[in-house]
């Protein structure tokens, strides 16, 4: 059961990758990004710049936690690491919703 939320954790950090980089070479919005419709924002590559980077590390963050998560649960344990991930992760997720919350305000 593990195996599948580390799973779906490490793919979770691939596709915000995948569409960061995405949508900073094709200069359209995904919704992964907004939650919303994409027709109200008054700045798009405004916000694609303001995104962009935070979106990268939460990827990176959110795929090396479900990598390490594997390599934890399935070759050997390394629980003082999971732990410091465990916080790095939240505080990561915590940092980048605010993120996304903020670019909303100054954007929309």
Known sequence: MLILFDAMIFLYGAY????????KQTGQLNTLFTGMATG?????????????GRAIVMGAMAAVFGAVGFFND??????SVMRAL????????????????????KFW
Not at 16 to 23: H, K, N
Not at 86 to 105: E, M
């Open 86 to 105: 465990i916080l790095l992760f939240l505080t990561v997720c915590v940092w980048f919703y605010i993120s996304l919350s903020r670019g909303k305000r």
């Open 40 to 52: 109200q924002v008054r700045d798009v590559k405004g916000y694609i710049d303001y995104i962009y």
């Open 16 to 23: 915000v990758i995948y569409s960061s980089v995405r949508m």
């Open 74 to 79: 399935y070759v050997k344990p390394v629980p």
